[in-house]
């Protein structure tokens, strides 16, 4: 649905409220941030090619733990540019 190579908008995403428990959201990138499309050769962006990779690595891990994991590395492969 989007023209040109771009997958991401300028301004981000609205914040999330009144979530019902035990519910997941995860954001690419925090709050005024953009997430990172990673490169041409790359399926997925930088934060799914995180998760999916963590995922892979760590079967037997809880959702807290992935999540914290694949913000480990986003933050590490973006210098700390992209926060999830």
């Known amino acids: 649905p989007f023209e040109g190579k771009t997958r991401n908008v300028s301004m981000g995403l609205a ?5 019902p428990p035990s519910t997941y959201i ?3 990138a925090g709050a005024g941030q953009t997430a990172g499309d ?4 790359e399926r997925n962006g ?3 090619s ?5 995922i892979e690595d760590n079967p037997h891990d809880e959702l807290d733990m992935i999540f914290r994991k694949t913000r480990s590395q986003v933050l590490k492969k973006t210098k700390n540019k992209q926060e999830p």
């Open 15 to 19: 914040e999330v409220k009144n979530m």
């Open 26 to 28: 995860a954001f690419a």
């Open 38 to 41: 990673g490169n041409d050769k």
């Open 46 to 48: 930088i934060f799914t």
């Open 50 to 54: 995180a998760f999916l990779k963590t």
